[in-house]
């Protein structure tokens, strides 16, 4: 939605979780229309800057703007009868082995409209920005022919056309078989590289692509072949690897120069280092790990000591993590993951800002980046992981621009 940009505008005596760290003393941000002018310290700011500049907001924690970087936001139907039959002992990889799973949504998403799409996901993506989301990747994979992952796509376009949030596209068409090409995954791949890539890219409609290389979903080979396709067609790579078995979909998509590896649950110390030397983001998914009970957690110590930049997502969707509430992984990323506090936070800000190649615009509080971020009722950042409490965001600046407040 066009939003009108006001000039010049302070908020002072802010706790600053930057998108790296936390600052000790009371700290001021100024903005000129959408972007970040200064950060500095309260004592820093001269009289006239005081006398002279609005004054947007006063205290509280201000953090970057949320990034949640991997959702599938846009699908038809639920799968509430298959949590079930999850709670009767059948595992994800059963259900989606019967057809149902992926394949289930994929059956409701192509018979929703454009606009039931739409008013689904509006909803769900209108809860991420009462949670403080600014930005948010938005997966197809639902769709599996070229017209329906082109709906997809174009629902998501529309969202961040029509909200004040980023929406940024990944192309997904390598996420299941559809049934039309039972035993025939090759001539599937076939399709979605010399078919769906060329045209969603033609469209604009997509901002990277991304496989699921998994045994229930698509092997290395035929993986392999959508990544040079994507790159054929000049868009970054992104992948679901090694969730439920190792495969080597993280070493292959590091050869690919990939934004980032999703999931890793089975993630080895090859990988890792594979990944560390691509500059490849770790994309944590802590919502589809509690969803499915899985046990294997992903090596966060190896990670940490190669530094690669940790990031973490809702991985919303219908089947693995249906939740929609990013500051809830937040907290299931340190419960489950031993994360500490401030690696969760620098995983829905600095790191998810660099898992969807937007680091020089998005994620940190510095001159120069956009000034989107969010102002918390709390006293310190790490109480955002902490504690599950609603009605913590006091204002959400999208752009410079004020479009949530709650000043009781
Ligand atoms: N792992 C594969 N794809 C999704 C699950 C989608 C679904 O179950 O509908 C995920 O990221 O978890
Ligand atoms: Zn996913």
Not at 76 to 86: H, L, P, S, T, Y
Not at 201 to 212: C, E, K, M, R, S
């Amino acid at each position: 939605m066009p939003q009108s940009h006001p000039n010049r505008q302070l908020w002072r005596d802010v706790t600053l979780f930057d998108g790296e760290r936390t600052y000790d003393a009371p700290m001021a941000v100024i903005t000129d229309n959408d972007r970040i002018e200064r950060v500095c310290r309260m004592n820093e700011l001269s009289d006239a800057d005081i006398a002279d500049l609005p004054v947007a907001g006063q205290g509280g924690v201000l953090t970057p703007g949320l990034i949640d970087c991997h959702t599938h936001l846009v699908f038809g139907g639920q799968r509430a009868g298959e949590f079930e039959q999850r709670l009767e002992g059948a595992s994800y990889a059963d259900i989606a082995a019967q057809g149902g799973g992926i394949i289930s949504t994929v059956r409701a998403t192509r018979e929703a409209s454009e606009d039931d799409l739409y008013t689904s996901a509006a909803k769900r993506l209108q809860g991420l920005m009462a949670d403080g989301v600014t930005t948010v990747e938005i997966k197809s994979g639902y769709g599996l022919t070229t017209e329906h992952e082109a709906k997809m796509l174009r629902v998501a376009r529309r969202l961040g056309e029509q909200y004040p949030v980023r929406v940024v596209t990944t192309f997904l068409g390598a996420h299941a078989l559809p049934p039309e090409y039972k035993d025939r995954k090759d001539d599937y791949i076939d399709l979605v590289c010399n078919d769906m890539i060329p045209s969603i890219a033609d469209q604009g409609l997509a901002d990277a692509v991304d496989v699921f290389c998994e045994g229930i979903a698509f092997n290395l080979d035929q993986t392999e072949r959508v990544f040079q396709a994507a790159h054929k067609h000049g868009l970054p790579i992104k992948g679901h690897v090694e969730q439920l078995s190792h495969l080597g979909g993280a070493s292959l998509a590091a050869k690919y120069n990939a934004l980032s590896v999703d999931h890793i649950e089975w993630l080895t110390e090859d990988d890792v280092q594979a990944i560390a030397e691509s500059g490849t983001v770790a994309t944590l998914l802590p919502g589809a790990f509690y969803t499915l009970r899985d046990t294997q957690v992903p090596p966060i110590d190896a990670l940490r000591r190669a530094r690669v930049p940790m990031a973490i997502a809702t991985d919303g969707n219908p089947g693995s993590s249906p939740i929609f509430q990013l500051t809830l992984i937040l907290n299931m990323a340190c419960t489950l993951f031993r994360l500490t506090p401030t690696e969760a936070l620098q995983g829905v800000t600095a790191n998810a800002a660099r898992a969807l190649g937007l680091s020089e615009q998005l994620g940190s509080i510095q001159p120069g980046q956009r000034a989107d971020f969010c102002i918390w009722d709390i006293e310190q950042p790490a109480e955002l992981a902490y504690a599950i409490a609603p009605g913590r965001l006091r204002q959400r600046v999208f752009d410079g621009v004020i479009t949530h407040a709650n000043d009781q």
